[in-house]
C-alpha cells in the first residue's frame, strides 16, 4: 500500500478546483497550475525510486482489496509517463502564459487542462479497466472544454466531429468491458490475467480483445486517424501541444497494458493485427506528412506516423522491439510537444501556416530556427537526438520477430518523415527574408523558454540514454512478464 | 425567463418546493444503508430549485440564493476529495472510512460515518454542476 500513487491524480483535481473557486486571479492561476505539475513530477520521481528498489507498488483504495475494490498500479512503463507527462505539461503551460489570451485564461482554460492531466495520469496508474474507462472520460471531457474553448467557427466546427468519434468509441469502449466481464466475472486487470490464463484466449476472447483494439486505435489515432488532423490542428498551439503530446499516448499505453498483460496468449492474431494496423498507419501517415504545404498538416501526420512506430515495436512481442516502443514513446512525447510549439510558432509570427507563403525566418529568428532543425532531426530518428535510440531497437526487434515488412516500412517512412519536416525547415527558415519587421504578426517574447527546455530534453534523453536505461528496463520487464504485475496486485492479500 | 402567471401553480409550488427539499434531504440521509445518496439528493435538490426557476424568473431566485453554483461545484468535489485524503491520515489508504456510534443528546445512539462527508461532496457537486447547466442554457437566447 503505497499513497504517494494517488497524488499525481488528486494533486491536479485539488488544484484545478481551487483555480475554479479564485477565478479572477490570474496570476493565482498560472503560479498554481505550475505548482501543480512540479509536484507531479516530484512525486513520480519519489515512486521512480521505489519501484526501481521495492518493486511495483499498490494502493487498495478505501483499503478494499483486489480483485474486490479498486487498486491503482504504479509500475515502471506508468510512472515514467506520469513524469513525463509532467514535464511536457510544465512545458506547454508556461508556453500558454504569453500566447493563451486573456479571455480564455478567465474562462477556466487552467483548471480544465489540470482536469485533463488528472484523466491521464488516472489512466495510466489504474490497475482495473472500468476505472481506465472512468479516466479516459475525464480526460475526454476536458479535452471537448480545451477544444472548443474560444468558440471561432472552425473550433466548433472540428470539435463536434471530435466529441462525436469519441462519444462513439467511448459506446464501443463500455460495450467492449461489458462483453470481458461477462465472460470473466472481473474487471481487475490483474484478475482478468489470471483469469483469461486459465480459461484459455478462445475465439470468442480473442473478438473481444479485438474490440478493444478498435477503440483504443480509435482514440490512438493508430490507422483510424482521420478525426485526428482536423482536431490537433484547431486549438490554440499550447492545447494542440498538449494534445499531440499526450491523448493519443494514452490509447497506446492502453494498447500496450492490455495486450501484453490480459490478451498476450494469441499474438498470432492480436499483435500480427496490430503490426498491420501500425504500418498502415506509419504509410498513410508520411503520405499525408511529405503532401501537405501546411505546417499544421504536416505536424499532425507526423503524430499519426509516431503512433505506428511505437505500436510497430510492440507488436513484434519481443524484449528489444518493446524497449524501443518505451524509449520511442517517451520520446516522442516530448518531441510532438516540441514541434507543436515551433510550429504554433511560426505560425504565430508570420500568421500564415502556408509553406509557399514564408521564408528565411532564420535571420531574424536563429534560436527558433535551430531549434527547429534539432526537432526536425530527432522526429526522423537520427542519432544521437533522442528518436535514435526508440527507431533502432523497434527495427531491431521487428527484424528478430521474422517482420521484415514491418522494420522496412518504418525505416521507408522515416525518411519520408525526414524529408517532410526538413521541407518545412528549408521553406520556412531558409531563403530569402520577406518578413519585414512591421509584418510580424507577434514576438516570440516568453515563448522561447518552453521550447528551449524540451529541446535539451530531447538531446539528453538521445546523449544520456544510460542515464535512463535501467528504468526502461525495468518497465520492459514488467510488461514482457505480466506475473510481475499479478503478483504485485494479489499477492498483497497474504501480507 | 419570466415567471408564468398560473395562480394555481403558484400556490402549490410554495408547499410543494418545502415538500421536494424535505424528500430529498431524507434521500441524501437514507443513501448510507438503502437506495438514495448524495447523488439522488443532489438532484432531487436541484428539481425543487427548478420548480422554483419555473414558477418565479431565474432573476429572482438568483438574487434570492446569492452563490455562483460553478463554486458550489468545486467546492463539492474538494470536500469529497480531501475526505479521501483524510483517509490517508495514520497511514491507511486513501478514501478509507471511518465507522463509529456517538451518543447525542437527542437522537440517542446514532451511526456515524465519515462516508457521508463524502456524501455532501458529491450532493454539492451534483446541485453545483446541474443548476449551472441549466442556467447557462436558460440564459442562452
Given amino acids: 500500500m503505497n499513497n504517494l500513487i494517488i497524488l499525481p491524480v488528486i494533486i491536479p483535481i485539488i488544484t484545478g478546483m481551487v483555480l475554479v473557486i479564485f477565478r479572477n486571479n490570474i496570476w493565482l492561476h498560472r503560479f498554481l497550475s505550475l505548482l501543480a505539475t512540479v509536484l507531479i513530477g516530484i512525486v513520480s520521481v519519489l515512486l521512480l525510486e521505489q519501484i526501481r528498489t521495492k518493486g511495483i507498488q499498490i494502493l ?3 483499503g478494499w482489496e483486489a480483485p474486490f475494490g479498486i487498486t491503482l498500479v504504479a509500475d515502471m ?35 480544465f487542462c489540470l482536469f485533463l492531466i488528472a484523466g491521464v495520469n488516472g489512466a495510466f496508474l489504474t490497475g482495473d479497466i472500468f476505472n481506465m474507462f472512468v479516466c479516459f472520460e475525464v480526460m475526454l471531457v476536458a479535452s471537448y472544454v480545451l477544444i472548443s474553448l474560444g468558440g471561432s467557427r472552425i473550433q466548433l466546427r472540428e470539435s ?15 460495450v467492449a468491458i461489458a462483453f ?88 498470432g492474431v492480436t499483435h500480427l493485427f496490430i503490426g498491420i494496423l501500425a504500418a498502415a498507419s506509419m504509410v ?9 504545404w501546411d505546417i499544421k498538416r504536416i505536424i499532425t501526420y507526423t503524430v499519426v506516423v509516431g503512433v505506428g512506430f511505437v505500436l510497430a515495436g510492440f507488436a513484434s512481442f519481443s524484449l528489444v522491439g518493446i524497449r524501443g516502443s518505451v524509449y520511442y514513446l517517451i520520446h516522442d512525447m516530448v518531441v510532438k510537444a516540441l514541434i507543436f510549439l515551433i510550429g504554433g510558432t511560426v505560425i504565430h509570427l508570420t500568421g500564415t501556416g502556408k509553406l509557399r507563403e514564408m521564408s528565411g525566418l532564420i535571420r531574424m529568428y536563429p534560436k ?60 520556412v527558415f531558409w531563403g530569402y527574408t520577406n518578413l519585414t519587421e512591421d509584418m510580424q504578426k507577434g514576438t516570440t517574447r516568453g515563448l522561447l523558454l518552453p521550447m528551449a527546455i ?21 518497465a520492459v520487464e514488467g510488461l514482457m512478464n505480466p506475473n510481475l504485475y499479478i503478483d504485485a496486485v494479489l499477492g498483497f492479500k497474504g501480507q | 425567463m419570466k415567471g408564468l402567471n398560473d395562480v394555481i401553480l403558484r400556490t402549490a409550488t410554495k408547499v410543494v418546493v418545502v415538500i421536494i427539499l424535505a424528500f430529498s434531504i431524507h434521500l441524501f440521509v437514507s443513501g448510507h444503508h438503502n437506495p438514495g445518496g448524495g447523488f439522488i439528493g443532489g438532484l432531487a435538490f436541484v428539481a425543487a430549485i427548478v420548480l422554483l426557476f419555473l414558477v418565479s424568473d431565474i432573476e429572482k431566485v438568483r438574487n434570492n440564493i446569492a452563490v455562483d453554483f460553478k463554486n458550489v461545484t468545486a467546492l463539492g468535489v474538494l470536500i469529497s476529495v480531501f475526505t479521501g485524503v483524510g483517509g490517508m491520515i495514520g497511514g491507511k489508504p486513501f478514501l478509507n472510512q471511518v465507522f463509529g456510534s456517538v451518543n447525542l443528546p437527542i437522537f440517542g445512539e446514532t451511526g456515524m460515518a465519515t462516508g457521508v462527508l463524502f456524501d455532501v461532496g458529491v450532493a454539492l457537486a451534483v446541485i453545483g454542476a446541474s443548476l449551472t447547466i441549466i442556467i447557462s442554457i436558460g440564459e442562452d437566447r
Avoid at chain 1, 479485438?210 to 483504443?216: C, E, P, R
Fill in chain 1, 60 to 62: 487498495c483504495l478505501g
Fill in chain 1, 454 to 474: 524540451l529541446t535539451l530534453l530531447t538531446i539528453a534523453l538521445g546523449l544520456g540514454t544510460e542515464g535512463i536505461h535501467e528504468y526502461v528496463d525495468f
Fill in chain 1, 180 to 267: 470481458l466481464y461477462s465472460m470473466t466475472g472481473t474487471l481487475n486487470m490483474a484478475d482478468l490475467s489470471v483469469r483469461v490464463a486459465e480459461a484459455g484466449q478462445g475465439g470468442l476472447m480473442t473478438a473481444v480483445s479485438l474490440l478493444f483494439l478498435f477503440v483504443f486505435s480509435l482514440k490512438a489515432g493508430l490507422f483510424l486517424f482521420f478525426w485526428l488532423p482536423g482536431s490537433y490542428s484547431v486549438p490554440p498551439t499550447a492545447i494542440a501541444a498538449i494534445f499531440a503530446a499526450l491523448l493519443t499516448k494514452v490509447g497506446i499505453y492502453a494498447i500496450i497494458r492490455l495486450f501484453s498483460l490480459v490478451f498476450y496468449h494469441d499474438p
Fill in chain 1, 284 to 292: 498513410l501517415g508520411a503520405m499525408g506528412a511529405v503532401a501537405y
Fill in chain 1, 368 to 427: 527558433l530556427g535551430w531549434m527547429f532543425f534539432i526537432a526536425a532531426l530527432s522526429v526522423s530518428g537520427i542519432p544521437p537526438l533522442s528518436g535514435f535510440i526508440g527507431k533502432i531497437f523497434i527495427t531491431e526487434g521487428t527484424f528478430q520477430s521474422g517482420y521484415y515488412w514491418l522494420g522496412g516500412i518504418g525505416l521507408i517512412t522515416s525518411l519520408m518523415v525526414l524529408y517532410s519536416v526538413m521541407k518545412i525547415f528549408m521553406n
Fill in chain 1, 77 to 111: 512503463l506508468a510512472v515514467l509517463l506520469v513524469l513525463v507527462t509532467a514535464i511536457v505539461t510544465f512545458c506547454c503551460l508556461c508556453y500558454a502564459f504569453s500566447s493563451i489570451g486573456a479571455e480564455r485564461e478567465r474562462h477556466y482554460f487552467y483548471s
Fill in chain 1, 160 to 174: 463536434a466531429k471530435y466529441i462525436l468519434i469519441n462519444m462513439i468509441s467511448s459506446f464501443l469502449f463500455l
